[in-house]
């Protein structure tokens, strides 16, 4: 059980370009999910957490306006890199929060790799 | 302000014992998480501690102390597929996580 996936896997697009990440939470509900960026041999950095029906909450020095979230059912939601530079280009990472008293409370998806040429 | 500090890069030799330390500073505290991470992959759950000492798992045993914002994570006989890195990652109220910066392991034959 507890198993998040994310679409695409990889992705190459040209600058300027828009983005949709989507993050899935296979076989229960997740009323938070969480996005993460992480570059090369870096660690994971948060950038937003994402609240069903309602407005994503940003971490310090991420502009909402170009990173887009949504998370309009309690499976689903989705990341949009909006006019995408060589920059953004990063590997993304969904993670989904399980309701309740367990102790691994947070669960990861496999990642998507952003390349922006 | 937050700050949770590992070592960059470690390396151990297959079969041995490797500690690898987490120092952090947070303005809140729920929870202490380790996780595993291959290059390219997810982060993997491996531990969770939220009350001070040692849990035991296996080969691998993380430990907790509050009061000095410390707490590392213990890898018995190491074997080479233990080769990645290591995130130690702080739980804020209410349920936001923040990671150090990882631990690469390199075990050798």
């Known amino acids: 059980g507890a198993v998040v996936s994310q679409h695409p896997s990889r992705v190459i697009c040209k600058s300027g370009t828009s983005v949709k990440i989507e993050c899935r939470s296979l076989d229960f509900q997740a009323t938070t999910m969480f996005w993460y960026r992480q570059f090369p041999k870096k660690s994971l950095m948060l950038m937003a957490t994402?609240?069903?029906?309602?407005?994503?909450?940003?971490e310090q020095g991420v502009e909402k306006d170009k990173f887009l979230i949504n998370h309009a059912s309690l499976t689903l939601s989705t990341l949009t890199v909006t006019s995408a530079h060589p920059e953004d280009s990063s590997f993304y990472i969904c993670s989904a929060r399980v309701d309740g008293p367990r102790q691994e409370t947070q669960y990861f998806g496999p990642g998507t790799r952003l390349l922006v040429l | 302000g937050q700050n949770i500090d590992q070592p960059t890069e470690m390396t151990a030799t297959e079969g041995a014992i490797v500690q690898i330390n987490c120092t952090y500073q947070t303005s809140g505290f729920n929870g202490l998480f380790w996780y595993q991470q291959h290059a390219g992959e997810a982060p993997t759950f491996l531990s969770y501690n939220v009350l001070d000492g040692l849990e035991e798992k296996g080969r691998f045993s993380s430990f907790l102390s509050r009061s000095k914002g410390y707490s590392y994570l213990l890898l018995k006989e190491l074997q080479m597929k233990d080769s990645a890195s290591y995130l130690c990652?702080?739980?804020?109220?209410?349920?936001?996580?923040?990671f150090g910066t990882g631990t690469l392991l390199a075990v050798q034959p």
């Open positions: 994402s609240n069903e029906g309602s407005k994503a909450t940003y």
């Open positions: 990652a702080v739980r804020e109220p209410p349920n936001k996580l923040i």
